[in-house]
């Protein structure tokens, strides 16, 4: 499992890229107000039951939460968020596509 200098900064990645409070995600999680201002000042923890909280209030999944790889930018996981609601077929011949298209002119 990762340490907790990952799940720290992993998780104030998704509070930071964020419109939320470290506070108002306490209080929309039923935590302590003060609870994520003492993670980020490393005198609290993050159990496995809260890390899931906040996993499935930012929809993403505990595997891409411990992937490094995985982006948590805003832009990154609002595109994830939309591709979960479009069909399969529509975004292997459509949406893919067309991010491949936007990918070769970046270059």
């Known amino acids: 499992m990762a340490n907790d200098s990952f799940i720290r900064k992993r998780l104030f990645e998704l509070i930071d890229n964020s419109d939320i409070t470290p506070t108002r995600l306490s209080e ?3 935590l302590n107000k003060g609870y994520f201002a003492d993670v980020r ?14 996993c499935d209030y930012f ?8 992937d490094p790889d995985y ?26 596509p067309i991010l491949k298209l936007f990918a070769e002119k970046a270059d």
């Not at 929809?59 to 411990?66: K, P, Q």
């Not at 982006?71 to 893919?96: A, G, M, P, Y």
Request: glycine share 0%.
């Open 28 to 30: 929309e999680l039923h």
């Open 59 to 66: 929809h993403i999944t505990l595997s891409e939460f411990f």
């Open 71 to 96: 982006s948590l930018r805003n832009t990154h996981r609002e595109i994830s968020l939309l591709c979960q609601q479009v069909s399969e077929d529509r975004l292997k011949n459509i949406i893919i």
């Open 41 to 54: 000042r490393e005198k609290q923890s993050v159990p496995y039951d809260v890390l899931s909280q906040v």
